[in-house]
Every structure is written in structure tokens, then in C-alpha cells.
Nanobody, 124 residues
Framework: QVQLVESGGGSVQPGGSLRLSCEAS????????IGWFRQDPGKEREGVAISSSDGSTYTADSVKGRFTISRDNARNTVYLQMNSLKPEDTAVYYC??????????????????WGVGTQVTVSS
């Protein structure tokens, strides 16, 4: 049974940092595409950063230079290091995975499994 469990969310002041983790089980992460999406109420779900099985990464322009995705295949875990956080980064962050890299990786289509999300709130 495939399962994705996110952790590391919380509240932080603008300019602060958080590191999200997504622990995968039920499959071998090494051969899968995996990444992070976020969604604020009333808005569409948007891609943040994606890591494909060949080592390529895709990062949204809105977080480029501030967020970094990494994966530890031995631990079946993917991380999202978030620095210089802004109030507009506030959202529920979801982990998603699929066997194939979708044609447009940062769109929320073509991913087979999703976690339940973790809340990130950036506020002073």
C-alpha cells in the first residue's frame, strides 16, 4: 500500500526557514518522480518543486532561489528546504508521486499518489 506522510510544517515569521519531509512507503522511491505542491483556500493547487528519477529537478519561478528539493532514496524520503519565507508562501503543502514524469511536471496532473498535506503559515 502506497503511503506518503508529510511533516515539518508550522508557523514561522517572514524571512524564516522550514524543512518539510515526505516519507514514502509501499514502493521504491528511486524509480519514481516525486515532488511538492501547495494550495491556499480558494486558489488552484500549484507545483513548487519536483524531483524526477533521473535526477532532474523543476522549481517554480515564485520560489526559485529560496526553496530546494532533495531526495534520500535510501530513506525513501524527499525534502523541501524553504528559506526566506514570505507571507504568500502560506498554504497547505502536499507531497505527490508517480512512476512517470508528467509532460508538465509543475502542474498537478499525472501524479498517482498524494499525501494529506502539512500546513505552512508565514506571518508576523
Amino acid at each position: 500500500q502506497v503511503q506518503l506522510v508529510e511533516s515539518g510544517g508550522g508557523s514561522v515569521q517572514p524571512g524564516g526557514s522550514l524543512r518539510l519531509s515526505c516519507e514514502a512507503s509501499g514502493f521504491t522511491l528511486e524509480t519514481y518522480t516525486i515532488g511538492w505542491f501547495r494550495q491556499d483556500p480558494g486558489k488552484e493547487r500549484e507545483g513548487v518543486a519536483i524531483s524526477s528519477s533521473d535526477g532532474s529537478t523543476y522549481t517554480a519561478d515564485s520560489v526559485k532561489g529560496r526553496f530546494t528539493i532533495s531526495r534520500d532514496n535510501a530513506r525513501n524520503t524527499v525534502y523541501l528546504q524553504m528559506n526566506s519565507l514570505k507571507p504568500e508562501d502560506t498554504a497547505v503543502y502536499y507531497c505527490a508521486t508517480g512512476l512517470w514524469l508528467p509532460p508538465v511536471p509543475l502542474r498537478p496532473y499525472g501524479y498517482d499518489y498524494w499525501g494529506v498535506g502539512t500546513q505552512v503559515t508565514v506571518s508576523s
